[in-house]
Each structure stands twice: as C-alpha cells, then as structure tokens.
C-alpha cells in the first residue's frame, strides 16, 4: 500500500471516530499519528517539524491566563456587574448577558465563558421565574460569534491565523466589525422571538440585586488584577508581535508566565486544572495532517478544487466557503480548520 493511500485511509478513519463520538478524540488522533509512524509513512524526527507550534504555545499560553483569572473569582465579579446594570429588567438581561458573553469569548475559549455565564442565567431565571432557554441559547449563538472576531477568539481561528500568518491586527480589522453587526442582530432577533415570554415574566427582586456585590464574588483581589494585567500584556504583545517580530506562541506564553510569577504558590495548583487532552489532540492532528501534506494527498486537494473552479478565483472562495460552511456542522471545528489550512 503506498504512503499516499496509508495516510488518507488513516486520515478518513480518524475522523470518522471523531465525527460519530467512538472514542476520545485525543486517544483517536494519537493512534493515527502512532499508525503513521510504525507503517513507515512519517520519520520519528519529522514528527516535530509537522506540528504547528505557534498555536499550542498561543492555547497553552492563553488556558493558564484564562484559568487564573477563573479561579480568582473576575467572571463571578464581572457577571454580577453586567447584572446590576440591567436593573433586574429580564429583556435587558438577555440583552446584556449575550453581548457580554460574544464580547468576553473574542478573547478566551468560549466554552471557559458559556460555563459560568449559564450557571449565572439558570440562577437568575429562577428568580424571574422563567425558562433560561431564551438566555442560554442567545449566549451559546454570542459566544460563537464573538469567538470568531480574532485570533484567540477560537481554537480554530489560533490553527488558521498561526497556519497562515493571519495576526490579531488583520483579525480584528477584517472580521471585528462583521462580527459586532451579526452579534447586534442575533440579539435582537432573541428578544424578538421571545418577546411574548418577556411581557409575562417578572423583574429580579430588587432587594436581591440591593444585596449583590460584586467584591464578595472576588476569591483573590491581587490573583485577579495579577491576572488582569499579564492577559492585557499577552492582547498587547498579540497586537504588535508582527512588528517586534515576535513568535505568536511566545505572546501568550509570555503573558502565562507573569502571571504565574505575579502568583507564586497561589496558582501551584494550576497544572492540574489544564487541558491537556485538547493539546494532545492538536498536537497529534497536526501530525496526521502534515502526513497528507508530505505524501502529496493536499497538493491533489487543491488540484482537484481548482479543476473544478477552472482557475476562477472567485468560484474557489465560493467553493471553500460552502464547503466549510457545510461540512463544519457535521464535522468538529477544530480538526476541519487544521485539514484546511495546507489546502
């Protein structure tokens, strides 16, 4: 069997297990990528030029900042802020609860931002004494939306802007200012939607909203602002990393290291609360992708797709756009955008 074949037959089988959920996704890959190595397809020393590591520094990086700041108690603090202003008024709640929760995951990993952002919503729909599906679903459509708006945004938007030395600038320049309108526009379509559940529904006790505050939702004051001001410095060095000539990776990873010296003993306990299933995952993904590169089975890809459009520009963007628009709602974010970027 040729490298060709042996590394699209493994490709196809991975995310097949992945698509239909038959096993961690983390143990799938690093199987394939195992397979690769042990039929001859990829060196042991090829391994590490495969991987893209950009972007697991940059994720890295950003899971201990956004970790820190969790366990200081900023989303707790911020939460009851933004729930205060609203007056306890359940449209303005929704409202503010969904452009909070796009804004928020334009910066850290959406699902980190939807976890305490649901929790708050359940709570407080049982005050108002209404279903929290109206916020919940408006957070979870502002949280991908939001998500999209930059770099850090999404793991797939860290895989394709590192892939394709797309920085934070052009990210926000290009993709911000769509992103806000669409944002705007999911919102209004939820409170539109729901409006006839709004009118029956009652406002937050307003001797409950009296009583919050936010600094009794504050674990670690100095973890927090520590936190703060070392994600502030990885945005700024992400910002400008193309003109000091600094690697992506290294923004985040610098930023994750203030952060940990600022807290010292406090954040020990950190390492135990990393993802480390999604960095295995990627890791290995790049590996099983980089062997379709190697063998040649991308350079066909992209051969055929641009038979298809006969070298029309115009009709290879359509082509790639409704090809992922598509298939990424059957198939995993993450590992569509990796298998894209060499095409």
């Known amino acids: 069997m040729s490298p060709q074949l042996i590394s699209l037959l493994i490709f196809v089988v991975v995310y097949a297990f992945i698509i239909f959920n038959v096993l961690p996704r983390s143990s799938v890959s690093l199987v394939g990528a ?3 190595v042990i039929l001859g397809v990829l060196e042991p020393r090829e391994i590490v030029t495969l991987v893209n590591w950009d972007a697991i520094g940059l994720i890295f990086g950003m899971f201990i900042l ?9 989303f707790d603090f911020l939460s009851v802020k933004v729930l205060q202003l609203t007056k306890g008024v359940p449209i303005n709640i929704l409202i503010a609860f969904a452009l909070f929760t796009g804004l928020l995951a334009a910066f850290m990993d959406s699902i980190t931002v939807l976890l305490f952002m649901t929790a708050l919503s359940i709570t407080i729909a049982k005050k108002l004494k209404m279903s929290p599906v109206p916020f919940v679903l ?11 708006a930059t770099l850090m945004g999404d793991p797939p938007n860290i895989i394709l802007g590192t ?4 920085t934070l600038t052009q990210f926000i320049k290009y993709l911000a200012p769509i992103s806000i309108a669409i944002l705007i526009l999911n919102t209004l379509y939820f409170v539109l939607f729901y409006r006839k559940m709004f009118k029956h529904s009652e406002n937050v006790d307003a001797d409950y909203l009296k009583n919050l505050n936010p600094r009794d939702h504050v674990k670690d004051a100095y973890m927090m602002i520590a936190s703060i001001v070392s994600f502030v410095l990885a945005i700024v060095l992400l910002i400008i990393h193309d003109k000091i000539n600094l690697p992506v990776a290294y923004a985040g990873l610098i930023g994750a290291s203030l952060g940990l010296v600022l807290n010292g003993k ?3 306990h950190i390492w135990e609360s990393i993802d480390w299933e999604v960095l295995m995952f990627f890791t290995t993904l790049f590996i099983i992708i980089g062997s ?8 066909s890809i992209s051969k055929g797709i641009a038979d298809v459009s006969k070298g029309n520009g115009l ?5 790639l756009l409704w090809m992922s628009g598509i298939l990424s709602g059957f198939i995993d974010n993450v590992p569509f955008a990796a298998s894209m970027v060499p095409v």
């Open 315 to 319: 009709l290879t963007k359509g082509i």
């Open 138 to 148: 408006s957070q979870i459509t502002a949280a991908n939306i939001g998500g999209s």
């Open 66 to 74: 956004v970790r820190m700041l969790t366990d200081s108690g900023f």
């Open 292 to 299: 379709l590169e190697k063998t040649g089975v991308i350079a």
């Open 163 to 166: 892939g394709l030395g797309i």
């Open 34 to 36: 195992f397979l690769l």
């Open 266 to 268: 406090k954040v020990a």
